[in-house]
């Protein structure tokens, strides 16, 4: 009945996410078949949000 450490090697060798084929990073859930960073598999637009930028470098685009 141990949470800590010991229980986190049990977590590894199982593959959830793999290289994604549209933006590259390693995010593609293989069993939800869907890119966590650029939502590929679920949508032909590119997932991206304005809270993913920092304030000063938005800002700076207008």
Do not use: E
């Not at 229980?7 to 593959?15: A, D, E, H, I």
């Not at 996410?17 to 890119?35: D, E, M, N, T």
């Not at 960073?37 to 938005?58: E, H, L, P, V």
């Amino acid at each position: 009945m141990v949470k800590g450490t010991p229980s986190f090697g049990k977590r590894m060798g199982k593959t959830v996410h793999i290289r994604c084929r549209r933006c590259g990073r390693r995010s593609y859930h293989v069993r939800k078949k869907r890119c966590a960073a650029c939502g590929y598999g679920a949508s032909t637009r590119i997932r991206r949000y304005s809270w993913q930028t920092k304030d000063i470098s938005r800002r700076r685009l207008i």
